[in-house]
């Protein structure tokens, strides 16, 4: 038995009172330091509300977003205790005068810099801050500057493009053609400027720890000591006792349903005193406080007696008989099985020229979104209404509201959720994190709630991208046409189901990648260990199948005496061929061009003698397919006579969702990109479950196409947004016409599997030193609608696909996260980036909006692959496991070799 009593915590309230004078936008102020230990980051956002400056890691200093100006100095406010600002000159974004202010928005916008806007205004202070000293930065210089910043979204390659361009307004040299909106009118196609994005790179629009609400309290949450032990006591009489707790919440305070779950409801908001955790994100209580940190103090008193047991960490050796359950309910630890069976793959391997047999590895990894999780919920009380409203930053409102609902045992109409647009998410937010208990909170309390988790805590509460072993056969002909793949996937999924079984299902699914395969036997597994959770992250499976078969037909290539594009030639697939699923690709897709796209810049590389070059070919689903209904639904509701008002269920997560909805309405109203604003909630019934899969765009588009239509004809007829003041036109397109994996097979023109895809090729080039120099990628998007913002967004994905294949690891010892930090987590930053070249293909899907596929996620499924291709090329060292840290490429990001030769 294991007895668990934290330390006192040291930033307790302070015995006397202490006062901080400085001068902060130009105007001294006297602040009160109520509480010990508060930085000057608290002091600006807690007691100033100067909210410019965010909180992405505090005090880690490490992720750059609350950048300040010190005496002109830019400084991570995180890291300096409020008592060291004595008498210093203070500086924000919200200090800065209109003109400046005006030209870094500006700039941001133009330059695509901005996505979801949590880590900009970090940025956008480090460039003014720059700008002042050096007029005329290089390139070079911008990204040396902005180096102890990390974004999650763009790959910094179009910010520094916009610091760049700000540096020349500042100089009156007026624009750049790079940062050239162009036409803006708001049509598909044009560069129309990001929704509310000037504010979002000033810190003006709220995330929702920027929001308070009058008589709000803060609550904090108790952890889980153990990924594996059984709660024999909860005390919490010293953490009551603490000054300023109002209440503390246990798992007998739920009037509902304590478990909750996207699919499978296996996931408890509280674990109760008797059961046993399953992972070190498991929530044992939590506590409301007048202040935040006297939340999180009282928290980290509660005591906690366990019976420690040792955790389940291996998938394999959690499938034995004799292994202990996570979920004893289920009487096994196997969540989820997929198979897939086409022809017969041991026959054809056995006549097979070319045979290659390899297991392969990935590793689990953090999304590192840069805005932490947080939540604000209040009780509503009226004559006619008794519920709860959530602001939440999650993927899917909708799925918020039910689950909120059942936790409170109240039904889901008396839950209200709005989206308020979140700092990234890239799958990690689809799960409830902390909405549940914060809702709990404000029903108990009686007031307003907001919970805010700190980098550690999140690190231990959301879902990371799977750990799969794949083990793979891949047999080609003489000529290096490929007979047949046998693979046999195995997932790690964590503690609760999330969405890993369709992880695993997809990984499987995509399995033998854009290529033709005449046989195919594929059997996946999702299994339950006592690891962190795993669940959807961009790329949702398809990523890491890609690593494992592109490393193989790499092999097979040499094997028959081609090179890599050669084989890839031979096979990729062709207009009417089927899929791994079965699908036959019966609309126009841009595959081919892709690979031709690549092919003289591959070829020169691959046989210059100083260049080393890797090339992978990439599909990936687009909506979640599968048997299951993909729905988007709109309402377009005219306020008055100058706005009309977008609403959808999907979420805005930097991705330009909201941007391009509004160029959707400009092609189906005819009105003016300046009439519309777009936002989320449940207000209207609108469920379109998770913004995953890169489903929104292709939803949503064809949704207010429909309802764009509706109010066209009103228009067209002669009325006015005055005479429709009030009136809601909404718009709904469901695909319900897919097969399950593995069904209808022999169907007359076979299953359809899912409603599109998008596919890509992609070069990776490393120089005589083997330093990754280049990546190439030229991806089939259907249809381009906003060139800034589509440039972006592969931008960041190769950013994403790079870190994936080289420095990324969110390592994991006997069920513990070993990350502290965020520098653990290996995500790249400016200075190590290589040369990314981009260029896009538009071949129309006649099922989507304007032809446009979604391009969220297979940006980078193809990266890794390549990068390891070209890393073969250079040294003949077959790598086989993610990330490839042994690698020149990557000791060379990690700093260990620099262009000059020195450490």
């Avoid at 800065?96 to 330059?111: K, M, P």
Wanted: glycine share 10%.
């Amino acid at each position: 038995m294991s007895h668990f009593t934290s330390d006192s915590p040291s930033d307790s309230p302070v015995a006397s009172t202490q006062f901080l004078t400085c001068q902060v936008n130009g105007r001294p102020v006297r602040i009160e330091l109520s509480e010990g230990g508060m930085t000057l980051l608290d002091v600006l956002r807690d007691k100033l509300r100067i909210v410019s400056p965010k909180n992405g890691c505090q005090p880690q200093a490490q992720c750059g977003c609350c950048a300040v100006l010190v005496d002109g100095k830019a400084t991570l406010s995180c890291a300096i205790r409020a008592e060291r600002a004595e008498g210093k000159s203070i500086t924000t974004l919200e200090g800065l005068d209109e003109t400046h202010r005006g030209q870094i928005a500006e700039s941001f916008v133009r330059c695509g810099g901005v996505q979801c806007g949590f880590c900009i205004p970090g940025f956008a202070l480090r460039g003014v801050a720059l700008c002042r000293q050096n007029p005329q930065p290089t390139r070079d210089q911008i990204v040396q500057a902005i180096k102890g910043h990390l974004c999650r979204c763009t790959g910094y390659r179009e910010i520094v493009d916009s610091i760049e361009e700000y540096a020349r307004l500042r100089r009156g040299e007026g624009q750049a053609d790079a940062c050239e909106p162009g036409d803006i009118s708001g049509k598909v196609g044009t560069s129309l400027a990001r929704f509310t994005g000037h504010e979002a790179v000033l810190g003006d629009r709220p995330f929702v720890d920027d929001m308070t609400l009058p008589d709000m309290l803060y609550g904090a949450l108790r952890l889980a000591d153990h990924p594996r032990a059984t709660v024999r006591e909860i005390n919490i009489d010293a953490a009551l006792a603490m000054p300023g707790v109002h209440r503390i919440l246990t798992a007998a305070d739920v009037p509902g349903d304590r478990v909750v779950g996207l699919i499978e409801k296996d996931w408890p908001v509280l674990v109760a005193v008797g059961e046993t955790t399953r992972c070190t994100g498991d929530v044992l209580a939590g506590v409301v406080a007048d202040t935040q940190r006297q939340a999180r103090a009282a928290a980290a008193r509660i005591d906690i007696v366990y019976d420690v047991h040792t955790p389940v960490t291996e998938p394999r050796a959690a499938l034995a008989a004799d292994a202990p359950l996570v979920h004893p309910q289920r009487g096994t630890n196997l969540l989820g099985q997929s198979e897939l069976k086409r022809g017969d793959a041991e026959q054809a391997l056995a006549d097979s020229a070319h045979v290659l047999e390899d297991i392969y590895h990935t590793q689990p990894i953090e999304h590192l979104f840069l805005e932490p999780e947080s939540c604000i919920a209040l009780k509503k009380v009226s004559d006619t209404f008794l519920g709860v409203c959530v602001f939440s930053q999650g993927q899917g409102v909708f799925d918020d509201r039910r689950q909120i609902a059942s936790v409170l045992g109240i039904e889901p109409e008396r839950v209200e959720v709005e989206l308020v647009s979140n700092g990234g998410a890239f799958g990690g937010k689809e799960d409830m994190s902390i909405q549940a208990q914060t809702a709990l909170m404000a029903w108990v309390v009686g007031r307003p709630v907001k919970v805010t988790l700190t980098r550690p805590e999140s690190f231990r509460i959301h879902p990371k991208r799977h750990p799969i072993e794949l083990h793979y056969k891949v047999g080609c002909d003489a000529q290096g046409k490929l007979t047949a793949v046998w693979a046999r996937i195995l997932g790690d999924k964590g503690a609760y189901a999330s969405v890993g079984a369709k992880v695993l299902e997809r990984a499987g699914g995509h399995a033998t990648g854009p290529y033709r395969v005449p046989n195919i036997d594929m059997k996946s597994l999702a299994v339950y260990t006592n690891n962190p959770p795993c669940g959807a992250m961009r790329g949702f499976g398809a990523n890491q199948a890609a690593f494992a078969m592109e490393g193989l037909l790499d092999r097979l290539a040499e094997k028959v005496g081609i090179d890599g594009w050669d084989i890839r030639d031979r096979n990729i697939l062709e207009p009417g061929e089927p899929f791994a699923t079965g699908q036959r690709l019966d609309k126009p897709f841009g595959l081919r061009k892709t690979l031709e796209a690549v092919k003289a810049r591959y070829k020169a590389a691959h046989n210059s003698g100083n260049q080393y070059a890797g090339i992978a070919c990439g599909i990936k689903n687009v909506g979640i397919g599968n048997g299951m209904p993909d729905a988007g639904r709109v309402a377009l509701t005219v306020e008055d006579k100058q706005t009309v008002h977008i609403r959808t269920g999907f979420t805005e997560m930097g991705q330009g969702l909201f941007t391009v909805c509004i160029q959707f309405a400009v092609e189906a109203t005819g009105l003016p990109p300046e009439r519309f604003h777009v936002s989320t909630d449940t207000s209207e019934p609108l469920d379109c479950g998770q913004t995953t899969a890169s489903r929104a765009t292709v939803l949503a588009g064809n949704a207010i196409a429909i309802a764009g239509q509706a109010l066209k004809a009103e228009l067209d007829a002669g009325r006015t947004l005055a005479d429709l003041r009030g009136q809601t036109f909404r718009g709904e397109w469901v695909c319900d016409y897919t097969s399950k994996l593995g069904a209808d097979l022999d169907k007359p023109g076979g299953p359809k599997t899912h409603l599109t895809y998008g596919f890509a090729t992609q070069v990776a080039l490393l120089d005589d030193e083997g330093r990754l120099e280049r990546m190439i990628a030229v991806h089939d998007v259907g249809r381009v609608i906003n060139p800034v913002q589509l440039a972006g967004q592969m931008y960041g994905s190769l950013h994403m696909g790079i870190g994936y294949a080289l420095t990324e690891n969110f390592a994991i010892e006997a069920g513990v996260i070993q990350a502290k930090k965020m520098n653990d987590c290996g995500v790249l930053r400016a200075h190590q980036m290589p040369e990314m070249d981009i260029e896009f293909i538009e071949e129309a899907d006649p099922e989507c909006p304007f032809g446009a596929r979604g391009v969220g996620e297979i940006g980078l499924v193809p990266t890794a692959p390549a990068i390891a291709g070209a890393l073969y090329q250079f040294d003949h060292v077959v790598r086989t496991r993610l990330p490839m840290t042994d690698s020149p490429a990557a000791r060379a990001m990690k700093g260990a070799r620099r262009k000059d030769g020195s450490e």
